[in-house]
């Protein structure tokens, strides 16, 4: 009888162990699933002096799970410049479903949460690093290409 106990407890270890590793998601909507979240845009934007200085930008990005979408974001620069802020970034896909995030620029790299949205991304939840390259195309315009790699739940 003693042996059978201490099989039993010696199984429920093994169980407990065994389920203690499994990877839970870290960004999983509830209910959602994670998804690969890759995209490739470009916008327009203007640069906007004061305190804060802003930073606007439209364009268009394709992504996964959007296809062919319209971009929009706005940044704000912190009181030591635009290397470091935060951002706003709306989605529109051509359904009209969005994707709502916003992001922090630190040192220069960009990091966007996102924060739900609307028709099958309602709740949504994930992140996005963003990699570009700008060119100036005037003294407060520009030009930015880039590219998203990150997880999307929902």
């Known amino acids: ?5 201490v099989r039993f407890v010696v199984c ?13 998601p ?3 909507a509830k209910g959602g699933t994670d998804r690969p979240w890759e995209g490739s845009g470009s916008v327009t934007g203007t640069i906007t002096l004061g305190s804060p200085i802003t930073v606007s930008s439209v364009g268009t990005v394709n992504v996964t799970h959007l296809g062919r979408s319209a971009y929009s974001n706005v940044v704000t620069c912190s009181a030591t410049g635009c290397a470091n802020a935060t951002t706003a970034v709306t989605i529109v ?5 969005t994707v709502f995030g916003s992001g922090v620029v630190t040192n220069g790299a960009t990091r966007v949460t996102i924060t ?3 028709g099958r991304f309602a709740g949504a939840s994930g992140y996005y690093d963003v990699a570009g390259t700008t060119v100036f195309t005037g003294p407060l315009t520009f030009t930015l290409t880039f590219t998203q790699s990150g997880t999307v739940s929902y």
């Open 1 to 5: 009888m003693t042996k059978r106990i």
């Open 12 to 24: 429920i270890i093994i169980v407990v162990g065994a389920l203690a590793t499994i990877a839970v």
């Open 26 to 28: 870290a960004h999983a």
């Open 93 to 97: 896909a051509a359904n009209g479903d």
């Open 116 to 118: 739900g949205g609307t």
